[in-house]
């Protein structure tokens, strides 16, 4: 190729650069965009959780109904107010409506499971957040508690296994005992200890996530071993129960309270007074925005079982030591946005 040839080739390619740049200039365009926006437009979403007036729901509902307003999509919301009928009835009753979207969370692994099915066979994306159910579906937002109760358990170990002064007894408070935050975490922990020789689980009780129920096992629990090393509570909202108990009976600065939950200034506060030693955090908050990003994924991708991902919530432990410059939200600000 000559000179004349190198250079007419050298004029067309700035020529045509110079046209792309100004075709982009002039109609700036993200060919995205539209269609993402098309997908949840005018849709309903419509939330079920196991009752609405207790602060990891309200993050997750206060989060998810936020975000629907600004994309102009309607949002319901029911309160079963812990009752499993309830909610079984509501999701009855919202399949036959065909809202878009159900985020519901599980009472226990097996109420809900048909339902959440039948739901997804509706073309109705559900996201499962917090409680697994025993079906998979769109999304389920929430920690591995497998994980999570391998963790505690190992957290148990260095506070009370071998090599330490204690007695090596542990105690463990249960939730519901088919409710997936504690069926899970149980798993994950008895992964752990089992044939252990160097601790020795004493009572293993469920609460069923109350409080009361929790504070009065763990007053018998102290009652028989005074010489108790742990407790391990599967919430942070039962646990205050538990850590009342232990105070009560003046044994704060022997008996170590271990428990999990989403990071409420309350919990924040429990970690302050000592009622708790050790919590593993979920950030509510942030797992109502993974709700969200699950919400947007389902729908823009045909929703109703389409694709079915487990969206994991990163943990992180809080004790005495860094509870200060952790992020303890308030569940007010939460509450208010789904009023």
């Keep these: 190729m000559n000179w004349t040839k190198l250079r007419k080739v050298a004029c067309l390619t700035a020529a045509g650069i110079g046209l792309a740049s100004g075709a982009l200039a002039q109609e700036p365009n993200d060919p995205f965009r539209g269609p993402a926006l098309d997908a949840l437009k005018d849709k309903w979403i419509a939330y079920l959780p196991i009752s609405a007036g207790f602060d990891l729901a309200q993050a997750w509902g206060g989060v998810v109904k936020e975000e629907s307003q600004r994309y102009g999509m309607k949002f319901t919301i029911?309160?079963?107010?812990?009752?499993?009928?309830?909610?079984?009835?509501?999701?009855?009753?919202?399949?036959?409506?065909?809202?878009?979207?159900?985020?519901?969370?599980?009472?226990?692994?097996?109420?809900?499971?048909?339902?959440m099915m039948q739901a997804n066979r509706a073309n109705i994306a559900v996201i499962q957040m917090n409680m697994q159910g025993?079906?998979?579906?769109?999304?389920?937002?929430g920690p591995d508690y497998i994980a999570m109760g391998?963790?505690?358990?190992?957290?148990?170990?260095?506070?009370?296994?071998?090599?330490?002064?204690?007695?090596?007894?542990?105690?463990?408070?249960?939730?519901?005992?088919?409710?997936?935050v504690s069926y899970f975490q149980v798993q994950g922990i008895m992964e752990v200890l089992n044939g252990r020789e160097d601790i020795e689980i004493v009572?293993?009780?469920?609460?069923?996530?109350?409080?009361?129920?929790?504070?009065?096992?763990?007053?018998?629990?102290?009652?028989?071993?005074?010489?108790?090393?742990?407790?391990?509570?599967m919430w942070d909202g039962q646990a205050i129960g538990t850590g009342a108990a232990v105070k009560q009976a003046g044994l704060a600065d022997s008996v170590t309270v271990i428990t999990s939950g989403g990071g409420a200034s309350s919990t924040c506060e429990?970690?302050?007074?000592?009622?708790?030693?050790?919590?593993?955090?979920?950030?509510?908050?942030?797992?109502?925005?993974?709700?969200?990003?699950?919400?947007?994924?389902?729908?823009?991708?045909?929703?109703?079982?389409?694709?079915?991902?487990?969206?994991?919530?990163?943990?992180?432990?809080?004790?005495?030591?860094?509870?200060?410059?952790?992020?303890?939200?308030?569940?007010?600000?939460?509450?208010?946005?789904?009023?």
């Design 270 to 339: 429990l970690i302050r007074d000592d009622t708790f030693d050790i919590v593993v955090n979920y950030d509510a908050p942030g797992m109502g925005r993974d709700a969200w990003t699950s919400i947007m994924i389902a729908l823009q991708n045909g929703g109703g079982g389409k694709l079915k991902t487990q969206v994991f919530s990163p943990t992180y432990v809080m004790t005495k030591e860094n509870v200060d410059k952790a992020s303890c939200w308030d569940p007010e600000i939460y509450a208010s946005r789904l009023r």
């Design 203 to 233: 009572s293993s009780q469920a609460a069923d996530w109350d409080a009361s129920k929790a504070r009065a096992i763990t007053e018998t629990v102290l009652q028989q071993h005074p010489d108790l090393c742990a407790i391990l509570d």
């Design 134 to 141: 025993a079906v998979q579906t769109d999304a389920f937002v």
């Design 150 to 180: 391998r963790q505690i358990a190992n957290m148990a170990i260095e506070q009370c296994g071998e090599g330490t002064d204690t007695s090596h007894k542990i105690s463990i408070v249960q939730g519901v005992l088919t409710g997936g």
């Design 78 to 115: 029911q309160d079963p107010n812990w009752s499993t009928d309830a909610m079984a009835q509501g999701m009855t009753s919202l399949i036959a409506e065909r809202p878009d979207v159900i985020v519901t969370q599980n009472p226990d692994t097996q109420s809900l499971a048909r339902l």
